[in-house]
């Protein structure tokens, strides 16, 4: 609702205000219609899933609307008052074509990761811990779209690297260019003959990556997954990945720890207080 009365306010072309307005009715509608059915409460989380994407694939012009210029030099200055160096120009010295495709992989199972945990909760009958999952990664998804209003950036591929050169200066095995191409398609790069730095969607600080998944290295843990190492291990290079691939500065994986932490603080703060009326 927040983005929606923004991009009004801010005078957004028509198609955002439009496209958010679809995705409120529709979560309401999903509410509606499950709210009384116990059995169907698992549906309604699946079903609520659906319009993230249309968020954020719309959230671009919003975020023009409120910053004029990208802040990566305010991220790029962090970190280098924290190591005394561009930490991916450094990593770029150690990489080897072996690190880079099996970390390129490991960057793709942001996807796997969740419907793994969700799936071993169903093959159980653990409802609760389901919901529980479902409901802290669709608030943290939404949470860190927030948060990317306020601290516009592209990553460090575009700024401290040439976008064009990283097939050659990173060059992975067999699957890392196929699975960047990908990335860069699901990031808002939908031509590759215009200039990606401007398609791209400024989804850089916060990490995501990092905040989605220490939410669900969070609930692993907490309720003893039987995938809980896999998803730690997994999730560690994960996290790892997004500096080494240069989609991040490490002030990025920083703050999603944080609020990737405050996320679930705050999910279940709201929770709890809906539970209670």
């Known amino acids: 609702m927040l983005l ?11 198609v955002f205000p439009v496209l958010m307005m679809l995705s409120i009715v529709y979560i309401c509608l999903m509410n509606y219609l499950f709210r009384k059915k116990e059995a ?3 549906l309604r989380y699946i079903f609520l899933i659906v319009p993230i994407y249309i968020i954020y694939n719309n959230i671009k012009p919003l975020i023009k609307k ?31 074509p072996f690190l880079t495709e099996y970390l390129q992989i490991a960057y793709l199972l942001f996807y796997v990761l969740p419907i793994l945990q969700a799936l071993e909760y169903l093959m ?15 608030f ?21 690297h040439e976008y ?9 095995l067999f699957f890392t260019e196929y699975i960047r191409n990908m990335v860069d398609y699901g990031g808002g790069i939908l031509n590759f003959n215009l200039n990606p730095s401007i398609q791209v969607n400024r ?12 939410i669900n290295i969070f609930v692993a843990f907490k ?16 996290i790892i990945s997004t500096v080494y691939l240069r989609y991040h500065y490490v002030i990025d994986l920083i703050a999603g720890v944080l609020f990737g932490y405050l996320s679930i603080k705050i999910e279940n703060l709201i929770n709890r207080k809906i539970q209670l009326k």
């Open 4 to 14: 929606l009365v923004l991009s009004i306010i801010l005078q957004i072309e028509f």
């Open 40 to 42: 169907n409460n698992l």
């Open 66 to 96: 409120l910053h004029s210029t990208d802040l990566d030099s305010v991220l790029i200055n962090i970190d280098k008052s924290i190591f005394g160096l561009n930490p991916t120009e450094y990593l770029a010295t150690i990489s080897n």
């Open 124 to 138: 159980r009958e653990s409802k609760f811990e389901f919901q529980y999952l479902l409901r802290n990664m669709i």
């Open 140 to 160: 943290g998804f939404l949470f860190s779209f927030i948060l990317y209003l306020f601290i516009p950036a592209i990553g460090p591929r575009f700024t401290l």
């Open 164 to 172: 064009s050169m990283i097939n050659n200066e990173l060059p992975g």
């Open 203 to 214: 989804d850089c600080f916060p990490s995501g990556h990092t905040m989605m998944t220490i």
């Open 223 to 238: 309720y003893n997954s039987k995938l809980k190492y896999l998803i730690l291990f997994i999730g560690i290079s994960l």
